[in-house]
């Protein structure tokens, strides 16, 4: 990408239950960076233990599933869309979950 390149990165489904892809104005001259914001390995409880791998969404997956994603990236194929491994905090009462990665050795 060049540096003076058009580009417009925004979390998606962290703060509501309403957006949708649709929702999203783009513009053919820039290009679209969509995050799905967010997915941890832990459960939405109030002392969350880790669910060994099998992460959980945190965003809207009735308005924001792969079915949306396809169709945005026919219409939009300037649209990319990635996903946010790891989030600060589970539940409303502010409990810590941190994303604990591993180094392996290929």
Not at 29 to 36: N, P, T
Not at 64 to 70: A, G, R, S
Request: aromatic letters at 10%.
């Amino acid at each position: 990408m060049a540096a003076n390149s058009k580009l417009f990165r925004e979390y998606i489904g962290a703060e509501s239950d309403s957006v949708k892809l649709t929702n999203v104005p783009i513009n053919p001259d820039v290009e679209f960076h969509l995050i799905l914001a967010f997915t941890i390995d832990y459960t939405d409880q109030s002392h969350p233990p880790h669910t060994n791998g099998k992460f959980n969404v945190f965003w809207e997956p009735n308005h924001l599933d792969p079915t949306e994603i396809v169709a945005i990236k026919s219409k939009h194929p300037i649209v990319q869309v990635t996903v946010s491994l790891g989030g600060d905090s589970v539940s409303n009462n502010n409990n810590k979950a941190f994303f604990a990665t591993k180094l392996i050795k290929l």
